[in-house]
């Protein structure tokens, strides 16, 4: 399977910090996909919750998802409703 490549925009008022760091992590971790963040010159597995937080995405930055993997389509779909959410506090 390719690898799948989605650039993104934070949507939520908190960026990916606490709450919605935590359950990106969550769902990352329900695919075996290996799950890749970029934001800046940074790049943190996907599925770390200390990497999420140390990206330091705010809301409106932009960031670059791979996933690589059988299921890695599904896996960015579903990340992306989570990068999307404007109201995950």
């Known amino acids: 399977m390719p690898l799948v490549k989605k650039e ?3 949507k939520n008022k908190q960026g990916l910090h606490a709450r919605p760091a935590a359950v990106f992590v969550q769902i990352a ?3 075996d996909a290996r799950i890749t963040v970029r ?3 940074e790049e943190v597995n996907g599925k770390s919750i200390m990497g999420i937080l140390m990206l330091g995405a705010e809301q409106g ?4 998802l791979e ?9 960015l779909v ?3 409703k ?7 506090a």
Do not use: C, M, P
């Open 67 to 75: 996933a690589d993997g059988k299921d890695a389509e599904v896996a």
């Open 61 to 64: 930055s932009e960031i670059i």
């Open 29 to 31: 971790n329900k695919f």
């Open 8 to 10: 993104l925009i934070v």
């Open 39 to 41: 934001h800046d010159t």
């Open 82 to 88: 989570v990068v999307a959410r404007e109201d995950l």
């Open 78 to 80: 579903e990340l992306e």
